[in-house]
């Protein structure tokens, strides 16, 4: 009986101290690691991949999308739709953002697609819409947008409704409208574009882009100078 409950107790004993010994190492001295290495090698990453403006105020992460929108002219209507705000490089639609209905006391981000199919009428209609409304807002005085100078990313939401970035068609596209909506020249516009261009990751994975948070902060330091 002794030697039972003796053996019993050396078990528990030996249970407890693998335990505290895990807790230690895979709770306490790993993420501190982890951390450590990637505040170091990784910070900007690790913390986000804030974008700051010029005063060093952080104005969001470079990894999620964001609009840019008028106020509404009734704050009270949830019907009222969104109008961009015409001086500043609008991003890809986000169609396949929903309401949220989990918990209706926040106003949580719902990412994701419309998962419509590319003859669904709605879907259609959707695209047809803006591309419209895409020529018309970005058609100024001395410069006509084609319906075939509409690239797909300007009419069309992502897979997650997020996406930070354009393509260097959508944003060559609307750079006279910005350039004649903040009183700036075209050709200053144009360069601050190029200068946000980014090429393929590696060379040869994903395509040619422009993150339009980068390009909006730089723009709205460009209009302070």
Not at 36 to 60: L, M, P, W, Y
Not at 93 to 106: D, E, I, K, W
Not at 113 to 141: H, S
Request: hydrophobic residues 40%; negative net charge; charged residues 20%.
């Amino acid at each position: 009986m002794n030697t039972s409950v003796g053996n019993t107790a050396r078990l528990i004993g030996a249970g407890l101290r693998a335990l505290l010994v895990l807790t230690v190492l895979c709770g306490v001295l790993y993420p501190l690691a982890v951390t450590g290495i990637a505040q170091v090698a990784f910070r900007d990453r690790a913390n986000g991949s804030e974008i700051k403006d010029s005063e060093g105020t952080v104005v969001g992460s470079s990894l999620i999308g964001q609009t840019y929108n008028l106020p509404k002219t009734d704050p009270d209507d949830p019907e009222e739709a969104a109008r961009p705000d015409l001086k500043w490089f609008q991003p890809r639609p986000s169609n396949g953002l929903g309401a949220n209905s989990v918990n209706t006391q926040y106003a949580l981000i719902l990412s994701g697609a419309t998962n419509k199919a590319a003859d669904n009428p709605e879907l259609v209609k959707l695209v047809e819409d803006a591309k419209a409304a895409v020529i018309a807002d970005n058609t100024t005085a001395g410069h006509t947008v084609r319906p075939q100078d509409v690239p797909a990313d300007a009419v069309t939401s992502s897979g997650s409704g997020l996406d930070p970035n354009i393509s260097p068609a959508y944003a060559e596209l609307q750079v006279h409208r910005v350039a004649e909506q903040n009183g700036l020249d075209v050709q200053q516009v144009e360069k601050l574009v190029q200068q946000h261009t980014e090429g393929r990751t590696l060379g040869f994975m994903g395509e040619p882009r422009v993150n339009v948070l980068r390009l909006n902060t730089d723009l709205k330091a460009l209009n302070r100078s």
